[in-house]
């Protein structure tokens, strides 16, 4: 699977650098499209199949308060679950949204639905992301003043002492780490040639 995404992603690359921008923004506009259509479908399936007991488990969602929404996280017909749909929706979301800051494209439409599709996918990273991206590339477009220096301390403040704090015990959180750790440790114990193509299989 890495070996074939490398290719896609050279093969892409190559058609990309003998293209002119309309050509681009055209198939851009498709993949767009096609994403919506995608995340819609996927939307549809996993919010009407909830899974309340995950398999191998006695855990229960409906049993335990505050956590009945990740019964509309694991019925993703893409991924294993919708955090990894929330990605996906990213990429498209801030590549529409750099092609309309460039100015390729106009109508803000997509940009909504994007938006409106990673709310669905319930995935607090990603909606999280949205939102400190689209600040953070606020304030590198303008002249810092003291009102936006206030701004955005009070910002930080409301981060720290507000949603970090009904986010920190949350296992969706505490996995995201494991992941991270996980993921730390396979590649120093991988070699380059492993990394790249076939991964370690012994």
Request: net charge positive; hydrophobic share 55%.
């Amino acid at each position: 699977m890495c070996f074939f995404s490398l290719s896609y992603f050279i093969t892409i690359l190559n058609i990309a650098f003998y293209a002119n921008n309309t050509i681009l923004v055209k198939y851009s506009k498709y993949f767009i499209w096609f994403t919506i259509i995608l995340l819609a479908i996927e939307a549809g399936w996993r919010l009407t199949h909830p899974v309340f007991v995950l398999e191998g488990t006695d855990k229960d969602y409906r049993d335990k308060e505050g956590m009945l929404f990740y019964a509309f996280k694991f019925s993703s017909i893409m991924f294993k679950d919708s955090n990894f749909v929330g990605t996906y929706g990213l990429v498209a979301f801030f590549y529409y949204y750099y092609l309309r800051r460039k100015k390729y494209v106009k109508s803000i439409i997509p940009l909504i639905i994007l938006f409106v599709l990673i709310l669905l996918t319930l995935s607090r990273s990603a909606i999280l992301t949205v939102f400190l991206t689209i600040v953070l590339l606020y304030f590198l477009t303008i002249k810092i003043k003291l009102l936006h220096i206030l701004l955005g301390v009070s910002f930080s403040m409301l981060l720290i002492f507000v949603v970090l704090p009904q986010i920190i015990e949350d296992e969706s959180l505490l996995s995201k780490f494991t992941i991270l750790e996980l993921t730390w440790n396979y590649l120093q114990e991988s070699s380059f040639l492993e990394f790249l193509f076939w991964g370690r299989v012994w």
